[in-house]
């Protein structure tokens, strides 16, 4: 497979390489404060601009800030329960600050373009489900772009989503709906698909199981044997197997993308 563009910032309109946005101490801190601001929106789905001339973040869409009454109506229904999303809901609780030691580590995503931009910037996000709200389960990612021109991000913590509780859940299933939800909305997944092709990039993306999982329903995937397709449709939530099963590949693969 061939990637869209070139991680060379002198071969896709990124710069040249005798111009590096880390030439300077102040310049560094500046540089890492956009990635995150750019990481954070990417990661909730909201639009914005990159300006790599003039390193400017337009943030177009923000998370109004306290908690909302209104009736919402849901980003999607998953598994068949709602799921409330950033870039279209506000969450009706107060968000508590984000504590790692009161999370649930839930996956990890290796996103090949997470700072979206003309330079293909990747790095990692990791899926973290709350239960401090009273009747939800919430998703927090704590995201990290790779290193580029020599310097890196920083980690950047954000919340993503909630879905209400019901009975007989789990922070196990909740976190599949939530993080399905939130790839959707990472990936750009038109609001009345459930499909896109991710095969066209050379640095993944990949995860861990869960995720893996996800991104099957989303996008093809490729299999050695039969066998091996129904161990992995044996070992996940049912809702996905139809998903991940339509988009399965059995033989030798085309790529390399899923092995």
């Given at each position: 497979?061939?990637?869209?563009?070139?991680?060379?910032?002198a071969?896709?309109?990124?710069?040249?390489?005798n111009?590096?946005?880390s030439?300077?101490?102040?310049?560094?801190?500046?540089?890492?404060?956009?990635?995150?601001?750019?990481?954070?929106?990417?990661?909730?789905?909201?639009?914005?601009k990159?300006?790599?001339?003039?390193?400017?973040?337009?943030?177009?869409?923000?998370l109004?800030?306290?908690?909302?009454?209104?009736?919402?109506q849901?980003?999607?229904?998953?598994?068949?329960?709602?799921?409330?999303?950033?870039?279209?809901?506000?969450?009706?609780?107060?968000?508590?600050?984000?504590?790692?030691?009161?999370?649930?580590?839930?996956?990890?995503?290796?996103?090949?373009?997470?700072?979206?931009?003309?330079?293909?910037?990747?790095?990692?996000?990791?899926?973290?489900?709350?239960?401090?709200?009273?009747?939800?389960?919430?998703?927090?990612?704590?995201?990290?772009?790779?290193?580029?021109?020599?310097?890196?991000?920083?980690?950047?913590?954000?919340?993503?989503?909630?879905?209400?509780?019901?009975?007989?859940?789990?922070?196990?299933?909740?976190?599949?709906?939530?993080?399905?939800g939130?790839?959707?909305?990472?990936?750009?997944?038109?609001s009345?698909?459930?499909?896109q092709?991710?095969?066209?990039?050379?640095?993944?993306p990949?995860?861990?199981?869960?995720?893996?999982?996800?991104l099957?329903?989303?996008?093809?995937?490729?299999?050695?044997?039969?066998?091996?397709?129904?161990?992995?449709?044996?070992?996940?939530?049912?809702?996905?197997?139809?998903?991940y099963?339509?988009?399965?590949?059995v033989?030798e693969?085309?790529?390399?993308?899923?092995?």
């Open positions: 497979m061939k990637r869209m563009k070139s991680n060379d910032p071969n896709n309109g990124c710069g040249s390489s111009r590096h946005p030439d300077t101490a102040s310049k560094t801190a500046d540089d890492n404060s956009l990635l995150k601001a750019v990481t954070a929106q990417s990661v909730k789905g909201h639009s914005f990159l300006d790599d001339a003039l390193m400017k973040v337009a943030l177009l869409q923000d109004e800030s306290g908690p909302s009454s209104i009736q919402q849901p980003y999607r229904k998953i598994d068949g329960r709602p799921v409330y999303h950033t870039s279209v809901n506000s969450p009706p609780f107060e968000v508590k600050d984000f504590d790692i030691a009161k999370l649930h580590k839930w996956g990890q995503l290796h996103h090949p373009m997470l700072a979206l931009s003309s330079c293909e910037i990747g790095g990692e996000v990791k899926l973290y489900v709350d239960t401090r709200a009273s009747g939800h389960y919430s998703l927090w990612t704590s995201t990290q772009i790779d290193e580029v021109w020599g310097f890196g991000s920083g980690a950047s913590y954000d919340y993503v989503a909630w879905t209400p509780k019901t009975a007989g859940d789990s922070i196990q299933q909740a976190g599949f709906r939530l993080a399905h939130a790839l959707l909305v990472m990936f750009d997944v038109g009345d698909e459930w499909f092709d991710l095969t066209g990039y050379e640095d993944g990949w995860g861990s199981q869960e995720v893996a999982w996800l099957g329903a989303m996008s093809p995937s490729v299999h050695k044997t039969n066998e091996a397709l129904k161990q992995q449709l044996d070992g996940m939530p049912s809702y996905l197997r139809p998903f099963e339509k988009n399965a590949e033989g693969p085309t790529s390399d993308y899923y092995g």
